[in-house]
Structure formats: structure tokens, C-alpha cells
């Protein structure tokens, strides 16, 4: 039996969502199309649903447009049929049918993340838990305490200490083997790192060591230390080091994979800094490169540093990178369509409409709010009034007779802002939403309803809404 599904949608949307189901083949699937009474599909709510779907649909399900908010859990129970929510844009229907099980499962990964506080002697113990918590937030598993040469580090069994007391798993990441072994005494799990000349350490402690080459770029000293660990079972990670581009980066890889051949089993490490810090270049692309060859090299861990601020982000990249990388090969597939977290630049489909797709919309409109879109030819602003494109948004101002309303003018500025770094860069703009820039960001995004609604004097908010800023439908 062919699945049927209802479509619930608005005036303005009937006619593209006809189009775009009529245009896409997807097996099983039967579909009516009900036109809810309200304009725009976005201002649909539950309520307006509960008054204009009289009784429970004859239906599998009910899908109601990406942008409705409410509590569709509660229209499922009432009707007796799951309701669940499409995409933002009827332009995704197509992949959004190509995904029937929902989104791709990111819960899962198979890659250690170290995180390193390369400073660490600099700053004192609750500096050093503030830093700790701010890497497991963003997704580190272990926390490195990186020492730093002629620098000392008293409170090196005080920090391990408390960082345990919080939880932590902690390493320890130092060239002077006595700070690795207080390290280890004070509970340290992990050694960074030892030589095939300084394995006796390993006497003194129950710490798992990384292994390095003795000298840079020698694999086989770095294989002899590990054969003598393997004779006592001991564990061990083992790491060739990754140098940066144009000293030796290329020959590098080829490390790592001629360890993987020769060491099918081995518990190896990579730390990723020498690219993402030593490369000018936003780290989010380099991270997901990076991230995709400890995937295939199988790899389960990754020491992650952030110095420089442009790797500010580094942690949250690879914590997104090494679950899209472990689903991607889970489910035999390329990295794509498992999520725009390391989009932070470019979207695939940043332009869901076509110029002559948004005149044609743009006819259609019979109220005073304006309506904002990207397009390939620049930004598009209309409203029954008029029909305005420009590559500028100060060309805009001038045509759109807001000039004595201080609020609306503010609120056309700042959404025109937002479309034009869209446009430009390539990004998908969805009016009155924020700009999605991934796992970039510091900062939450802003919830821009909430500015609406309290961030406006009373007069302004009613001036605005009675002037409709809505949504583009």
C-alpha cells in the first residue's frame, strides 16, 4: 500500500507546492494537498489547524510547512495521525522525501578528542577548569595539560587533582619526563610523550603513553618502541606527528598510512594543530579533510589545540567532523547530507528560488509588508507596492517610503544587512531568521522573535506588525 500523506499549507504556497510535488518522483508516496485559509504558511499554528481541519484526516501522516510552530505532538494524539514538519523552503521537499527515516543519526562517533590547554603553567587551578569545562562542552574527551619549556608548573598535581575531582579524564603533554611522571603520579591517564630512549619511564607508572619518533620523521624508531610495548602488553598510542604544509606535510600523511599498514591493530593518535594553526585558512574545511582521512585510516584519536584565535573553534569542528565522518561511513556514503554543521561559509543550495519564481510571487501579493528574498541576481525586496532588486541595501532605502518610521527603517536595514552577507557569500537567508553559520559561531543564535516581541517599545511593536514585516510565504 502506497503511503498517503496530507499536505497542510497557506494561499500563497498552493500553487509552488502543487508544482514542486508534481515535479518530484518518489516511490509509494500518495498525497492530497489541503489550503488551510491562512496567507502565508508560516503563520500557521495549531489552532488555525484545530478550526480548519474539521476531523482526523484520512492520512498516514500530515506534514505541515518547516517554519508552523507549535506542539504537533498534541495535534498527533488529538487527530489520531502523526503530524510532523516539512522543510523550511518547498524547494528541499525532494531531499527531505529522499531522508524518510529523518535526519541523520550525529550521536555516534569513534575518535578521542584531546584537547590541549597549551598554557597551562600560566594559569592557575580554576583557570584551568574553566578552560576544561569549556572543551567538554564543546566536545573533548580528554583534557591535556600542555607544560611549556623553562617554565615551572607547582601546581601541576593540583590542577590534575582537581581536574579528576571534576570528572575529567586528563593528560599529561610534556619534553621533560619528571613533569610527565608527576603528572601521572597525581592520576594522569595519558603520557605525551615518550621515545623508544625514554620508555623507561613507564616503569615509575600505569599511564598509557604516546609514542613519537625519536627523531622527526623516523618510522622505524617509532615502530621499535612499539614492539617493545607490545611484548609486555602494554598499551599505547602511537603517533607519527603531522607536520605543517611545506615541511613535510605530504610525507607526513604517508606516515600515518604506512602505520596503518604495517600496524593493522595499533591505537594511533594525530594531532591536528600543525594544519589548523599554521594555516591561514578557516579551520572548519581543513578539520573536515583532516577529519575524513583519521575516518579511513582508523584512527581513534585526535589532539586538538586552540591558540591562534582564528581555531578558536577547533574543539567544536572536530566534535562535528568526526561524527558526520563516522556516519558518512556507517552508512557506506560520501560526507553529504549528513548535516551543515561545517558549512559555515557556503550553502549547496543557497538560493531556493529563482528570480522569475520570486516575480512571480512577488505578484501575488496584495498587503503593505515587505518580503525579502536572496536570489542569484541580488536582493529582492517587495510588497504590493513594488518590486525592488538591488546589490546594495542602502539603493533599497530610498524606494521603499520608510523613511519617517524609524523602527520599520530599522528593521528593513538590518534584514537587508543579513541577506546581502547571504548573497555574497552564498548562504541560505531566510527572513526573520538568523544567518546559519554552522559550529563557527561563539555565540547562541539570536532569537530574533524575542527581540521582536520585547525589544520594541509597544507603539513600535504595534507600528510594525499593523505594517506587516512578515515572513516571505
Known sequence: MPEHVLFLTGRLA?????????????????????????????????????????EAPRADRV?????????????????????????????????????????????????????????????DVAGILAR?????SAGADVVDLGCLPDTPFPHLEEAVSALLGEGYEVSIDSGDTDELLRGATAGARYMLSLTEETLSVLDETEAIPILIPSKHGDLDSLLRAMDALDVNGRPYLADPILDPIHFGFTDALLRYAELRRLRP?????????????????????????????????????????????????????????????????????????????????????PFPNTPEEIVEMAGMITDAGFRIEAAEDGLHVYNRDGHHVVADPFDAFPRLGVEGDGSHAFYLG???ARAEIAWKLGKRYVQDEPLDWGVATDREPVDLSHHRREGETLKAAKETRRKGRGRAP
Open 14 to 54: 498552493e500553487a509552488r507546492l502543487r508544482r514542486v510535488l508534481g515535479e518530484i518522483k518518489v516511490d509509494g508516496l500518495d498525497y492530497d494537498i489541503h489550503q488551510v485559509g491562512v496567507k502565508v504558511a508560516a503563520l500557521m499554528t495549531p489552532d488555525i489547524i484545530r478550526r480548519r481541519l474539521a
Open 265 to 349: 591493530q595499533a591505537e594511533i593518535l594525530m594531532g591536528i594543530g600543525n594544519l589548523t594553526e599554521l594555516t591561514d585558512a578557516d579551520t572548519s574545511g581543513i578539520t573536515a579533510v583532516l577529519m575524513g582521512i583519521v575516518s579511513e585510516l582508523e584512527i581513534r584519536n585526535v589532539l586538538v589545540v586552540q591558540v591562534s584565535q582564528h581555531c578558536r573553534r577547533a574543539v567544536n569542528e572536530t566534535d562535528a567532523a568526526r561524527r558526520i565522518m563516522f556516519a558518512a561511513k556507517d552508512a557506506g556514503s560520501l560526507p553529504v547530507g549528513f548535516g551543515h554543521a561545517l558549512m559555515s561559509l557556503r550553502d549547496r543550495k
Open 414 to 416: 538590518a534584514e537587508l
Open 132 to 136: 576544561a569545562e569549556a572543551y567538554r
Open 63 to 123: 506534514i505541515v510547512p518547516g517554519r508552523c510552530r507549535g506542539d504537533l505532538d498534541a495535534l498527533s494524539a488529538e487527530y489520531g495521525v502523526p503530524f510532523q514538519r516539512g522543510p523550511d523552503d518547498l524547494k528541499d521537499l525532494p531531499e527531505f522525501f529522499g531522508r524518510k527515516a529523518g535526519p541523520p543519526d550525529l550521536s555516534r562517533h569513534d575518535a578521542r578528542i584531546f584537547g590541549e590547554i597549551v598554557e597551562a603553567p600560566t594559569l
